[in-house]
């Protein structure tokens, strides 16, 4: 079994610690009846030494150190209790003088498991992203200590809210954007002082649109969304281009420059354009590092629909068609072997014209099936029930599940591009229903209360936001991706009546059902009461927004590190309750848990109600096998989508051992009570060698993750055990 020590280094659980620990405190006790024998201490040790091992997960420091203060008073021992408690007491005050020296030296030399575990898709031994880890520490600290006020910083601390992205809180930065791509290659944009012209080609646009999601990226902390429709014109651009070139060359050798064949060698020399347009996203998109030590978090919006005109939504499929392929072929490892990239991430809409065999786009949407089955791209947003959910409009998601509402600006037209989130707070909603102890009364009105408090820490980030320069961003605010505003203005305006959003995240609505009503939220019985709780946050968004003029919505949060910061915090607050507490993880959002038998249409059809609940933003999936050869039911869950559910995703496995060369599925062992990945094949688990990509919270995380989001992993169950072809 392994330890994490305050500073983030892991060991190895040594219960003669435990046994020295009380002997001190014991030491300090007179002789007599309030001291304990040696057989004593030794019954206390083997209690704490159980209990640590029944959670059967790496623990804390922290969490032994509460079970021996419980240990001692359970056996009576209070005076030893109280002089155990007043040395913890005088530790953390030595440890509170200076809250970032000891965390930030075990990132310098890769020591720290919390940070090596915190982001699937960031590399913790490369200086970049050390760097930003190390800034993110002085972030934390003076978010905690200063900038949060106490009853905030200490529910974030205790699990019974998260704060999201604090190592960033103390700039004023926001969360998610919807890139205005359309604005800023049509009217120019402005990057690093150069002014950047309305591109004359397909591949110019290409490689200022990586230019700009670089930047972006630099400026925020989210996730960042485009759509290829508005690289969509620049094919006609390209192809007019080509022709007058090839009139020309036509010229010089005295031959026919019209006919088919004409528009032929046009045509081919406009797919070699594109073809080197999307190469130029996706390896461009792949190979930068941002600021932030990663790749940009960008998803790309494929959807026909969006086109202007008959002709801008053939080249539009052109475009679809070309970044398909590449993403199905993939990228290549160091060893020269095609793997799965994280990024981007990949949105394909569902429309009339191409969900089903004989509309005119379904073969796009079988070479997506395919894509989808080998890589795990692209996700499916339904344009059927997003009209249903959305006022009739059908836009992308920022990152990978942040939604906006829809708004219309001033002459009454819905507008979605240039918009964005100012950041996420999320309640522990198994922690509101364990505080209950189950009385239904005291749920609710635990409930107000902690809602009451996620609202304070929401205008904290908003009032954060509020009297930013635009030139604390130029990109973002002045030349195009949010804003054109001034030099010197704010972007107070933007942050109010619906133009951004602000988000009230919320997990573990599963356990939380459970705990209340003794059934899964899948029971009949359970159901309307796992409703009732999404209405209810629902309906305090719409009373915030009514009283502060920030638009405030319910987001599914994808919580990737923090499912295992909250099951710890649940089990050290009420211990281990069956089918609660009993995980290294809490489920994220409305989901199913990943343990429950189910099949993928009834999964999707029954999370479908709360999508529709979750107006910020949520996603559903449904974890299947290979399923490269069997399309027929990938297609057949694609459609299954369309009908029933706004969004929702197909979770494979895609791995790669680089020891041996296999090319299966990397699988999840147990080693002195710790999880960690191994090769079937050859038994390597140095996770240097191997490449694992697996879905984790609605995005593809491929840096290997915390033992609770491993655990979740592991447990996880297929949803085509039952049902394949007949929903």
């Known amino acids: 079994m392994k330890v994490i020590k305050r500073n983030g280094m892991e060991v190895s659980f040594d219960a003669a610690r435990i046994h020295r620990a009380i002997e001190k405190a014991n030491n300090q006790v007179p002789e007599g009846p309030d001291r304990l024998s040696e057989a004593d201490i030794d019954r206390a040790e083997r209690e704490v030494t159980c209990r640590s091992q029944d959670l059967n997960r790496t623990i804390t420091v922290e969490e032994i150190q509460d079970m021996v203060e419980n240990q001692l008073m359970s056996m009576g021992f209070y005076e030893v209790a109280r002089l155990y408690v007043r040395y913890r007491y005088r530790r953390a005050l030595v440890r509170h003088a200076n809250t970032t020296d000891e965390r930030i030296l075990t990132l310098i030399e890769c020591n720290n498991e919390d940070v090596k575990q915190e982001n699937a898709n ?305 309640i522990n909603l198994p922690d509101v229903a364990l505080s209950s102890g189950g009385d239904m009364d005291q749920f609710w009105a635990i409930f107000e209360e902690r809602l009451e408090l996620c609202h304070r820490a929401l205008m904290c980030r908003h009032e954060r936001l509020k009297g930013t320069l635009s030139d604390a961003a130029p990109i973002l605010w002045q030349y195009g991706a949010l804003a054109r505003l001034g030099k010197g203005e704010v972007i107070d305006p933007l942050l109010y009546g619906g133009y951004s959003t602000i988000s009230l995240g919320y997990a573990g609505l599963c356990e939380c059902v459970r705990y209340m009503t003794g059934k899964s939220h899948t029971d009949p019985e359970a159901t309307p009461f796992a409703l009732k709780v999404m209405q209810y946050m629902n309906d305090k968004c719409r009373e915030w927004t009514e009283r502060t003029g920030v638009f405030f919505s319910i987001y599914g949060s994808p919580i990737e590190s923090t499912t295992y910061k909250f099951a710890r915090c649940l089990q050290r607050r009420f211990g281990v309750v069956e089918g609660v507490t009993d995980k290294g993880y809490i489920t994220n959002s409305y989901h199913v848990n990943v343990c429950e038998d189910i099949d993928a249409f009834s999964k999707l059809k029954f999370e479908s109600q709360f999508q529709s609940l979750s107006t910020g933003g949520a996603i559903s999936y449904v974890e299947v096998p290979n399923m490269q050869d069997n399309l027929e039911a990938v297609l057949s869950i694609m459609e299954f989508i369309y009908d029933n559910i706004m969004y929702a995703e197909l979770n494979t496995k895609s791995d790669y051992c680089q020891a041996c060369g296999y090319d299966g599925e990397i699988q999840i062992v147990e080693d002195d009570g710790k999880l960690v990945w191994e090769c079937p094949n050859c038994g390597n688990r140095n996770q240097d060698t191997m490449n694992v990509a697996r879905r984790t919270c609605g995005y593809i995380g491929t840096q290997f993750w915390n033992q609770g989001r491993t655990q979740e992993i592991r447990e996880r169950v297929l949803h085509l055990s039952r049902s394949v072809m007949n929903p």
């Not at 490369?126 to 529910?155: C, F, H, W």
């Not at 020399?269 to 080197?276: A, G």
């Not at 949105?347 to 395919?370: S, W």
């Open 122 to 426: 960031k590399n913790p031994i490369v200086n970049s992203v050390q760097r930003d880890y190390m800034a993110g520490e002085v972030s934390r600290d003076l978010t905690r200590r200063i900038l949060l006020p106490k009853e905030v910083a200490e529910a974030d601390e205790a699990g019974i809210i998260h704060f999201h992205d604090s190592d960033y809180y103390a700039q004023h930065m926001h969360n998610c954007d919807l890139v205005n791509l359309d604005d800023m290659l049509q009217n120019g944009t402005v990057i690093s002082g150069t002014l950047i012209e309305k591109p004359h080609s397909f591949s110019t646009a290409c490689n200022i649109a990586t230019q700009i999601i670089a930047q972006v990226a630099s400026n925020q902390y989210g996730g960042q969304s485009i759509s290829l429709t508005h690289l969509a014109p620049f094919v006609q651009v390209s192809r007019e281009k080509i022709r007058r070139h090839v009139e020309e060359e036509c010229r010089i050798l005295g031959t026919d420059a019209s006919g088919e064949a004409m528009e032929q060698v046009v045509e081919g020399r406009l797919r070699r354009e594109i073809q080197k347009g999307v190469q130029t996203i996706q390896y461009q998109v792949i190979t930068l590092m941002t600021t932030n030590g990663q790749a940009p978090f960008l998803t790309v919006f494929m959807y026909l629909n969006e086109a202007r005109n008959e002709q801008e939504k053939k080249d539009l499929a052109l475009i679809i068609e070309e970044v398909l392929r590449q993403r199905y072929e993939g990228v290549k490892n160091e060893k020269g072997v095609w793997i799965t990239p994280a990024f981007p991430k990949l949105i394909y809409v569902l429309e009339e014209d191409n969900v089903r065999e004989g509309t005119p786009y379904y073969e796009l949407t079988k070479l997506a099936a395919k894509c989808t089955a080998r890589r795990m791209v692209p996700d499916y947003i339904s344009e059927k029930k997003m009209f249903e959910l959305k006022e009739g409009t059908c836009f992308p998601v920022m990152g990978c599940r942040s939604a906006l509402n829809p708004w219309k600006d001033a002459e009454g037209h819905y507008k979605y591009y240039g918009r964005f989130n100012q950041g996420v707070v999320t």
